[in-house]
Antibody
Framework: QVRLVESGGGVVQPGSSLRLSCAAS????????IHWVRRAPGKGLEWVAV????????YYGDSVKGRFTVSRDTSKSTVYLQMSSLRQEDTAVYYC?????????????WGNGTTVTVSS | EIVVTQSPATLSVSPGERATLSCRAS??????LAWYQQKPGQAPRLLIY????????IPAIGIPARFSGSGSGTEFTLTISSLQPEDFAVYYC?????????FGQGTKLEIK
């Protein structure tokens, strides 16, 4: 069964760090770019970051650039999102999603999300 | 950053009727636009990509033909021809022509 499973969410204080994981199964992990997308309470989806299938390219949304870092470990079929200098506005459900194109574009498979709450 | 604006924010339609959702980009994105459906407590689901191509879906059961996408440049439309009870959800469009990729704020499709 093809699936993505996020983990690592929790409640943290402003200014702290947290690492999210996205474990893939049922697919050839090294063939796919992986995105991170979040949905804050009461708001819409926000694209966060993407890492190329081979890890050579990474892009970030403006609101997280310089604070979040995406990486991948092919041996574990896992993508990570390292989040630092967390702010209250980073509170959201974080989804990882598989890229469904050959040129890194849209997302055709999503995980169920992990919740991050930044609060003092 | 390309700003993507969806309208209306909420659309009330009766089952069996047609729903038309709009998405506008602040600059041309060509055909590089996708539509997603999200139901409460669930992950988003890809419906349409490249503005008008229906997704296969995972598992590969296909997106129903009642969903169709159209448009190019800055103006796009998602049409659901005959609303089924399971179609009431929030719909998002996403541009992937320029970095950073951006989503619209969503249209909530509710039962009238």
């Amino acid at each position: 069964q093809v699936r993505l499973v996020e983990s690592g969410g929790g409640v943290v204080q402003p200014g702290s760090s947290l690492r999210l994981s996205c474990a893939a199964s049922g697919m050839t992990f090294s063939n796919y770019a992986i995105h991170w997308v979040r949905r804050a309470p009461g708001k819409g989806l926000e694209w966060v970051a993407v890492i190329w299938y081979d890890g050579t390219k990474k892009y970030y949304g403006d609101s997280v650039k310089g604070r979040f870092t995406v990486s991948r470990d092919t041996s574990k079929s896992t993508v990570y999102l390292q989040m630092s200098s967390l702010r209250q506005e980073d509170t959201a459900v974080y989804y990882c999603a598989r890229d469904g194109s050959i040129e890194v574009a849209f997302m055709d498979l999503w995980g169920n999300g992990t919740t991050v709450t930044v609060s003092s | 950053e390309i700003v993507v604006t969806q309208s209306p924010a909420t659309l009330s339609v009766s089952p069996g009727e047609r729903a038309t959702l709009s998405c506008r980009a602040s600059q041309s994105v060509g055909m590089k636009l996708a539509w997603y459906q999200q139901k409460p407590g669930q992950a988003p689901r890809l419906l349409i990509y490249d503005a008008s191509t229906r997704a296969i879906g995972i598992p590969a059961i296909g997106i129903p033909a009642r969903f169709s996408g159209s448009g190019s440049g800055t103006e796009f439309t998602l049409t659901i021809s005959s609303l089924q009870p399971e179609d009431f959800a929030v719909y998002y469009c996403q541009q992937y022509n320029n970095w950073p990729y951006t989503f619209g704020q969503g249209t909530k499709l509710e039962i009238k």
